[in-house]
Structure formats: C-alpha cells, structure tokens
C-alpha cells in the first residue's frame, strides 16, 4: 500500500517562509505527478502546485511566483517552498501522488500538515 508522509508545516509571520516535504513508500513504481493540495475548514481541497514525472510544473494563481514545487532525488519525493505567506495561505496541506501503471490510475494523499500564519 502506497503511504504519503509530509512534514513541514507549522507556525510562521507573514511574509515568513516554510518548506514541505513529502515522501511516497510502498510501490516500486515512480508517480506520474505528484502535488500540493490545501483545504480550508468548509471549502473544497483546491491545487495548490504539481509536477509532473517530465518536470513540468503547475500552480495556482495564488500562488504563482512565491511557492516551488520541486522533486527530491529520491524516488516519490517532493517538496514545497512556500516564501511571501500571506494571511490567506493558512489551510492543511496535503501531499498526492497519481500513478498510472498496467492501465490502473491511483491517487494517494498524505495525512495533511497544517499551516498558520500569523499577521
């Protein structure tokens, strides 16, 4: 069973920076992309940033020019630099990976790290 761990999350002062982490284990297969989602309490999980197994990146407007998304040299790794965190930012963050293998598409999350930030 694939399991998503993330690490990171925290307390910072606008402006502040903070960096997530996610690891994927348990497959020997490498994602297709894996992403950054958040969730507010009552709203809808919405993306954050994501890259591709290509290297091709996406991120929300809200986000572009202050967060990147990058891989880690290990397999299924990926991290987040949020820098310029805004009083908005604050949600639980959740680390997905999406496989595509033998014709079977999966979606793994991590548990979620929380993010505050204070003004």
């Known amino acids: 069973q694939v399991q998503l761990v993330e690490s990171g999350g925290g307390l910072v002062q606008a402006g502040g920076s903070l960096r997530l982490s996610c690891a994927a284990s348990?497959?020997?297969?490498?994602?297709?992309?894996m992403g950054w989602y958040r969730q507010d309490p009552g709203k809808q999980r919405e993306l954050v940033a994501s890259v591709t197994s290509s290297g091709s990146t996406n991120y929300a407007d809200s986000v572009n020019g202050r967060f990147t998304i990058s891989t880690g040299n290990a397999k299924n790794t990926v991290y987040l630099q949020m820098n310029s965190l805004k009083p908005e930012d604050p949600a639980v963050y959740y680390c997905?990976?999406?496989?595509?293998?033998?014709?079977?598409?999966?979606?793994?999350w991590g548990q979620g790290t929380q993010v505050t930030v204070s003004s």
């Open positions: 997905n990976a999406f496989f595509r293998a033998w014709g079977r598409e999966n979606d793994y």
């Open positions: 348990g497959t020997i297969f490498s994602a297709n992309s």
